[in-house]
Each structure stands twice: as structure tokens, then as C-alpha cells.
């Protein structure tokens, strides 16, 4: 059974920094993986999707990267800023696994002024 | 981009009662949408998957009788919690999966639905 794990649990960072969170799966047979902002009370937002076949995928100050063989993944986040703050979910679909996706618990990410 | 809406976004119910959450896809055709529960602190668990004009599949330890899913269009999901109970306390979130897309394969998320189970 897949499971995904991801660290840290919670970050405190000041604003401006440069930041790395970490995702980490036990089953490397996956289609693709995601990243997601979830703020408090609401759903997710999709960050970026990296399919099984690509290294790496950035979208502004985002990118994130895949070493499947590994089983690993990070997000890196330049510059940070408060709005930033929020939790960061990592998600895989497994070959197996249909469409739907494997999530960790997240990463609460604070960004201080 | 894609748009997922779910309604109520927040119910509170007395125990015993029963709770009917929707699931829309607002722009596309959703062959297949997906029910999750999160739990405060937790990750989110997948309930069931949903396909439209079948019966749903559930993940091991989900109640069918308790869970009703229904996905009876291409744009709407529901999910009814029967007989809620306190533990059905959580935050529900749907997600739908577009059958006319190809390319960038993703899922596109509901805002959720806040059950509190009195």
C-alpha cells in the first residue's frame, strides 16, 4: 500500500526566504504527482503536476521536482512571502490505483512578516 | 481553469439525522468523481470512488450503507451520510475528473463541506 509521507509537519519561516518542503512514497510505480495548497477551511488548489517521466516542473516562484526511482519529491519555494502561508499536500496516483491519489498530511507552511 | 462546486460548504446536524452533500462539475463532464474525508491535522482519506451510472467503489472500512453515493449525471456526485453520528464529524471534499481532456491529467477539487455532527 502506498504510503506517502512528507516533512517537515510545520514551518515557520521569515519573509523573503527560500524554503524546501519534502514528500517522500514507498511505491515508486506511480502515473504522476501533484502538489497542492489547501488554506484553512477550504479545498486544494493544484501547484503542479509532475508526470512519472519528467524531472521537474516549475510555475513562478515554485518548482518542484521528482526522483522516482527514489520515491522522493520536493517543493522548493523562492522568496517567500506571508501569503504563502498555508498547507502544502503532496499527492500521488499509483499505477494501480486508479485515478484517485495517495495524499500526505501536509506540510503547514507560515510565512511571517 | 476547471470548476468543482459542492454544496452545503458547512452543516450542522443533530445526530441520528441524515446529510446530503453535492458535488458539481460546473464547466466539464465528470465520468468519474472521487470522495474524500479529512480530518483535522490529517491527510486526506479516499472514501469512495464515484462513476456515473454505476455503482460506486468504496475503500476498505468505508460503510456502503452508511455512505450513500450517487453519481445519477456527468456533472453531479452525491454523497449522503446516513444516520450521522458525531464521529462523522469532518471535512468532506469531492473531486471530479474530466472525460474530455487529455494531456495534463489532473483532478480538479471541490471546496469542501465542513460536517459537525451534533
Known amino acids: 500500500k502506498q504510503e506517502v509521507t512528507q516533512i517537515p509537519a510545520a514551518l515557520s519561516v521569515p519573509e523573503g526566504e527560500n524554503l524546501v518542503l519534502n514528500c517522500s512514497f514507498t511505491d515508486s510505480a506511480i502515473y504522476n504527482l501533484q502538489w497542492f495548497r489547501q488554506d484553512p477551511g477550504k479545498g486544494l488548489t493544484s501547484l503542479l503536476l509532475i508526470q512519472s517521466s519528467q524531472r521537474e516542473q516549475t510555475s513562478g516562484r515554485l518548482n518542484a521536482s521528482l526522483d522516482k526511482s527514489s520515491g522522493r519529491s520536493t517543493l522548493y519555494i523562492a522568496a517567500s512571502q506571508p501569503g504563502d502561508s498555508a498547507t502544502y499536500l503532496c499527492a500521488v496516483r499509483g499505477t494501480n490505483s486508479g485515478y484517485a491519489l495517495n495524499f500526505g498530511k501536509g506540510t503547514s507552511l507560515l510565512v511571517t512578516p | 481553469g476547471a470548476v468543482v462546486s459542492q454544496h452545503p460548504s458547512r452543516v450542522i446536524c443533530k445526530s441520528g439525522t441524515s446529510v446530503k452533500i453535492e458535488c458539481r462539475s460546473l464547466?466539464?463532464?465528470?465520468?468519474?468523481m472521487f470522495w474524500y474525508r479529512q480530518f483535522p491535522k490529517k491527510s486526506l482519506m479516499l472514501m469512495a470512488t464515484s462513476n456515473e451510472g454505476s455503482k460506486a467503489t468504496y475503500e476498505q472500512g468505508v460503510e456502503k450503507d452508511k455512505f450513500l453515493i450517487n453519481h445519477a449525471s456527468l456533472t453531479l456526485s452525491t454523497l449522503t451520510v446516513t444516520s450521522a453520528h458525531p464521529e462523522d464529524s469532518s471535512f468532506y471534499i469531492c473531486s471530479a475528473r474530466s472525460s474530455g481532456r487529455t494531456g495534463r491529467e489532473t483532478q480538479y477539487f471541490g471546496p469542501g463541506t465542513r460536517l459537525l455532527v451534533l
Open positions: 464547466d466539464f463532464q465528470a465520468t468519474t
